[in-house]
C-alpha cells in the first residue's frame, strides 16, 4: 500500500516537472527565430521554428509531399506586416497572420496565410481560415542550408521578397507596399502642419524625391508647383534657416527634371536658363555638378 506522504509528493513532483516543462527551462532542439525588414514605410517580421537538417530527408520525407506543413517548427510560423501589402497578387490587410506551405513533388508549392494566428504547428488547421492562397515555384540552390531560415529583402522603397531556405531548397515570396499611397498622405499631413511661410519645404522634398526614385511624376509636377507658388508668395523668408538663393536653385532644377521626365522639355530649359541666371548662381551649383545642369540642358535642347 502506497503511503499518503508519498503519493503527495509524488504528485508534486509530477506537478512540478510538468511546470518546468511548460515554461520552457529545456532550449528547443529547434530554437525560435524573428526576423524584421522594414520596406518603405511598411514593417515586417516573421516568427518561426528553425529545425535542422542533421542528414534526415527533408522533402517528401520528414515534410511530407502534398500536405499542409507549418513552415518552420514548434508553433506556427507567423507574418505579420504593419501595412496592407499586395502578395501573390492579391491584397492583405495589415495584420498578424500564421503561414503555411503546402509543398509538392512536382509543380508549384501553394502559399497559404490563415487567420489564425496563435496555434501551435499545423495540427488544427482550418481551411476555412484562409486569407488568402497562391502558388509559386520553388527553386533548387546549389548551398545546403542546415537550419531552416527566413530572410527578408527590400528591392526598393515598393517591393520587397520574403525568402525561405532550408536544405537545397528556395522560395521567394515578393510583395508590394503601399508605399506612394502612404508618402503622399505624410507629405500632404506635414504641409497641413507647417506654418504658411514654410509650406513649401514638404512640396519641395516630396517631389525631389519622386523625381529621385522615377515615379508618379504627374504628382511630383503638382508638388513642385504648390511649393514655387508658396515660395514666390513668401516675404518672411528666415535667410538663417537657408539662404533663399539656395532654395529657390533647388526648386528650379528639381522643376526642370520633372518637366523634362513629363516630356514639357521647351518650360524645362526654361527653368534652367532661370538657375543660370540667378545672382551668385555659384551658390548653388557648387553644392550640385553645374557639368550635368549644362548637359542635361544641350540633350533636351535637342528634343
Known sequence: MIKT??????????????????????????P????????????IEIQYGSPAVKD???WGELVPYSKVWRAGANAATTIEFSSAVKIGGQNLDSGKYS???????KGDWTIIFN???????????????????FNIKPKKVKSNTENLSYTLQQKNFKEGSIFLNWEFMELEISFQTQYLTEFAKIIEARAELQPS?????????GAAHLEEIKDSLELALIWINKAEEIMDL?????????PRVYIEG???WTKAKILAWNKNFKDAMKYVERLKNMEERSFYTKKNNSEGIDLHFSQWKKK
Open 5 to 30: 506522504p508519498f503519493l503527495l509528493f509524488f504528485c508534486l513532483f509530477c506537478q512540478s516537472i510538468s511546470a518546468q516543462y511548460q515554461i520552457g527551462i529545456v532550449p528547443r532542439t529547434s
Open 32 to 43: 525560435d527565430k524573428k526576423v524584421y525588414q522594414k520596406v518603405g514605410f511598411t514593417e
Open 56 to 58: 534526415r530527408q527533408i
Open 99 to 105: 503561414f503555411f506551405i503546402i509543398p509538392h513533388e
Open 115 to 133: 487567420k489564425i494566428h496563435k496555434q501551435w504547428g499545423a495540427f488544427k488547421y482550418d481551411k476555412e481560415q484562409d486569407i488568402l492562397r
Open 197 to 205: 511661410n514654410i509650406r513649401w519645404i514638404p512640396y519641395l522634398q
Open 234 to 242: 513668401n516675404t518672411d523668408w528666415n535667410e538663417s534657416f537657408y
Open 250 to 252: 533647388h526648386l528650379y
